[in-house]
T-cell receptor, first 118, second 111 residues
Framework: DVKVTQSSRYLVKRTGEKVFLECVQD?????MFWYRQDPGLGLRLIYF???????EKGDIPEGYSVSREKKERFSLILESASTNQTSMYLC?????????????????FGPGTRLTVL | QKEVEQDPGPLSVPEGAIVSLNCTYS??????FMWYRQYSRKGPELLMY????GNKEDGRFTAQVDKSSKYISLFIRDSQPSDSATYLC???????????FGAGTTVTVRA
């Protein structure tokens, strides 16, 4: 079974703090993603990575950065947390497009980190 | 206008009822259509997927895609309290690993 783990289930930070959210997957997936999930807005893509040290902006990258130094680990960084970044953060991973599977773009999600910024 | 529209509900039905969920989309190039189920305090998990048009059935679940109307549906027959969850539709282009998600519909099945 694919397992995607996230470093914290709940996190409370203060405005202006630097916040690190960690995600680890154990299935050798090339692609990794960070989303935030807000009521009524669904999942919005923040950043994704298709290879080590490679990253691309998603739909809402402002205020966030990412790091992927190892294939299994993808970190989301809030450089200076603000109250409007209070949200549920979900990490996901998927196989690359060359994989021998009909549904190569199925994404496997972690349990999420609920971040509150005060 | 959002690329994928989904009524967030909530939807409350009695046990045994048929649950009908749907999404509309604007990008006619979408080829993969998926439904994810998300239980409370968990991450989403893939429930069903279809490629291009047509129907797919898996036990009590049926997924339908109507590309001419840009409309997808998920039906849950004989709903159970264990089906209570948020259901998210997702879709993608043929050669793209990014998914576009709907807002999710929260379903409660009352015993």
């Amino acid at each position: 079974d694919v397992k995607v783990t996230q470093s914290s289930r709940y996190l409370v930070k203060r405005t202006g703090e630097k916040v690190f959210l960690e995600c680890v997957q154990d299935m050798d997936h090339e692609n990794m993603f960070w989303y935030r999930q807000d009521p009524g807005l669904g999942l919005r893509l923040i950043y994704f990575s298709y290879d080590v040290k490679m990253k691309e902006k998603g739909d809402i990258p402002e205020g966030y950065s990412v790091s992927r130094e190892k294939k299994e680990r993808f970190s989301l960084i809030l450089e200076s947390a603000s109250t409007n970044q209070t949200s549920m953060y979900l990490c996901a991973s998927s196989l690359n497009r060359g994989a021998l599977t009909l549904l190569y773009n199925e994404q496997f999600f972690g349990p999420g980190t609920r971040l509150t910024v005060l | 206008q959002k690329e994928v529209e989904q009524d967030p509900g909530p939807l409350s039905v009695p046990e045994g009822a048929i649950v009908s969920l749907n999404c509309t989309y604007s990008n006619s190039a979408f080829q993969y259509f998926m439904w994810y189920r998300q239980y409370s305090r968990k991450g989403p998990e893939l429930l069903m997927y279809t490629y291009s048009s047509g129907n797919k059935e898996d036990g009590r679940f049926t997924a339908q895609v109507d590309k001419s109307s840009k409309y997808i549906s998920l039906f849950i027959r004989d709903s159970q309290p264990s089906d209570s969850a948020t259901y998210l539709c997702a879709m993608s282009l043929l050669n793209d690993y990014k998914l576009s998600f709907g807002a999710g519909t929260t379903v409660t099945v009352r015993a």
